[in-house]
């Protein structure tokens, strides 16, 4: 919106020209997606109390999460308005990529909502099925891939990094590739949100690397130069990534521990569909696996201990998955060499690099 008010004027007044600039307006965005948590997040908080909107603890849990009962939750509702505001004051809204991501993310903070209020209202920790979350995430990341793939400037071939000259072109198949990874990166990034600051941090890491390579996808001499993907339009997606940054930094200042307030669904599956919509559309798919390393190790903790659990019939790797849970089951228990969780072998208390 400033994009197309003020940058119109840049004959009138020179200074007006900073507009024209993506990083200046990545800037902008980040800093403003900042200010807004940080301003009116104590107010969010105490409007949260108020209304009783608080964390649904696991009864199986760690011992550790029952003084996190009543915890404000539902915090994702407050970034997802500083994103928004944020992204429509600074990117140029001409761009259908800019649309197209916050449409995204609006939707599956939908969803998360959804999931949130069915928690509370029913004060446990089951919300929305699993199939029926999976079938409405489907739908959201479908929509992204048909755009794409429709799409005159796009094509269905893949970057892989450190691999040059190679990128095999999936056809029709890349729609179910880009649902996979958006969906993926949606509940990776939903099974990390367990302790205070996790999912914040991770997601700050992560945008931030995408608002880097955002922009030099757009850039079409850096992007030839670097031997990297060029997306026309790219560059938007920078301000989209660097109101995510801010976002995330300033409700750090209240998710760190100890946590006044978490994001709840609506904040992590939102943003985790975000992050996977991102690396759709600058074609830094598998980019994704490397910065986002945290959410993987989260999901694949979960596959694997459901997956040996069905095979071994009732035995676990970890002591609770996902992964962080383990180590907060773990905490006070004399460290073994080698010990089981159900006759699994496994460094109980530190992993090698840890001994």
Known sequence: MLYHLLYGLHTQISAFNVFRYITFRTIGSAVTAFLILFIFGPWFIRKLRRLQIGQVVRTDGPESHRSKQGVPTMGGVLILGAMTISTL??????????????????????????????????????????????????IGASVVGVFLYIHPLYDGRLSLPFVKGFQPDLGWWYIPFAVLVIVGASNAVNLTDGLDGLAAGPLVISGSVYVIFSYV?????????????????????????????????????FNTYPAQIFMGDVGSLSLGGALGAVSIIIKQEFLLAIVGGIFVM????????????????????????????????????SPRWWSVSGSFPLFWGC????L
């Not at 998360?112 to 699993?130: F, P, Q, T, V, Y």
């Not at 979960?302 to 180590?327: C, E, T, W």
């Not at 992993?351 to 840890?354: A, E, K, L, R």
């Open 217 to 253: 996808a757009g850039h079409v001499i850096v992007a030839d130069y670097l031997q990297i993907p060029y997306v026309p339009g790219g560059g938007e997606v920078a301000v989209f990534c660097g109101a995510m940054v801010g976002a995330c930094l300033g409700f750090l200042w």
């Open 298 to 333: 989260e999901a694949l903790s979960v596959i694997l201990q459901v997956g040996y659990f069905k095979v071994s019939g009732g035995k676990r790797i970890f002591l609770m998955a996902p992964f962080h849970h383990h180590f907060e089951k773990r905490d006070g228990r």
């Open 89 to 138: 004051l600074w990117a140029d809204l001409a761009n259908g990529l800019v649309w197209l991501l916050a449409g995204v993310t609006l939707f599956f903070g939908a969803i998360g909502s959804l999931d949130d209020l069915r928690k509370i209202r029913k004060k446990n920790s089951k919300g929305l099925s699993a199939r029926g979350k999976l079938v409405l995430q489907v």
């Open 351 to 354: 992993w090698p690099w840890q």
